[in-house]
């Protein structure tokens, strides 16, 4: 069993910065992935960054230059520091998960923390 547990949400005017993180109750170089998701109301859940193996990183368009996804092995723990907020960026952020263990893949989520960006 995984645990994930987001920190760092709040409210931000547009333009400015804010800090998420993740942190996990395992090493979290047993997973397959990590990654950042968020959902706006309304809308279905949409990928935001995520962290593959090898280290590859993957963004979603819309927020490459801006977010910047790593992690600390050693605290076991994946941020998400965001810049240059945009209106549009306000959502719940969810981090996420994936372990292979036994052959199957297993999916963690967080709780999720809300980000709201002020125009």
């Known amino acids: 069993q995984v645990q994930l547990k987001e920190s760092g949400g709040g409210l931000v005017q547009a333009g400015g910065s804010l800090g998420l993180s993740c942190a996990a109750s395992?090493?979290?170089?047993?997973?397959?992935?990590m990654g950042w998701y968020r959902q706006a109301p309304g809308k279905e859940r949409q990928l935001v960054a995520l962290?593959?193996?090898?280290?590859?990183?993957r963004y979603a368009d819309s927020v490459k230059g801006r977010f910047t996804v790593s992690a600390n092995n050693a605290r076991n723990t994946m941020y998400l520091q965001m810049n240059n907020l945009k209106p549009e960026d306000t959502a719940v952020y969810f981090c996420?998960?994936?372990?292979?263990?036994?052959?199957?893949?297993?999916?963690?989520w967080g709780q999720g923390t809300q980000v709201t960006v002020s125009s």
């Open positions: 962290i593959l193996g090898g280290g590859i990183i």
């Open positions: 395992v090493d979290i170089s047993r997973l397959e992935v």
């Open positions: 996420y998960g994936n372990l292979l263990t036994h052959s199957r893949n297993f999916e963690y």
